[in-house]
Nanobody
Framework: QVQLVESGGGLVQAGGSLTLVCEAY?????????MGWYRQRPGKQRELVAF???????TYADAVKGRFTISRDVNKDTVTLQMNSLKPEDTAVYYCNADRWISIQVPGKYWGQGTQVTVSS
């Protein structure tokens, strides 16, 4: 069973930056090849933020392009989301996601517990 553990959430002012890190445990057991981040804003459905397949192919939601950067360290089984120029509308619970494959339409099967990001205006 894969376990995903997130860290790095918190409170930041608009325009600031935060870095989220997700570490995958037992990744090799189920052949994790894609890792990413989703978020759930207050009163909204969970939505894609970004994901990376393998070690380099990335996809971003339009709302975060140019501000967020996703990267993956295959050796350390971690995925990092660098969030810059944060806006109040980025306030959400951010969830790590992983599976053999992730697509824009279909998230992976495995989820972390979520980490709160709050951006104050």
């Amino acid at each position: 069973q894969v376990q995903l553990v997130e860290s790095g959430g918190g409170l930041v002012q608009a325009g600031g930056s935060l870095t989220l890190v997700c570490e995958a445990y037992n990744r090799a057991v189920v052949g994790i090849n894609a890792m990413g981040w989703y978020r759930q804003r207050p009163g909204k459905q969970r939505e894609l933020v970004a994901f990376v397949v393998g070690s380099g192919r990335t996809t971003y939601a339009d709302a975060v392009k140019g501000r967020f950067t996703i990267s993956r360290d295959v050796n350390k089984d971690t995925v990092t989301l660098q969030m810059n120029s944060l806006k109040p509308e980025d306030t959400a619970v951010y969830y790590c996601n992983a599976d053999r494959w992730i697509s824009i339409q279909v998230p992976g099967k495995y989820w972390g517990q979520g980490t709160q990001v709050t951006v104050s205006s």
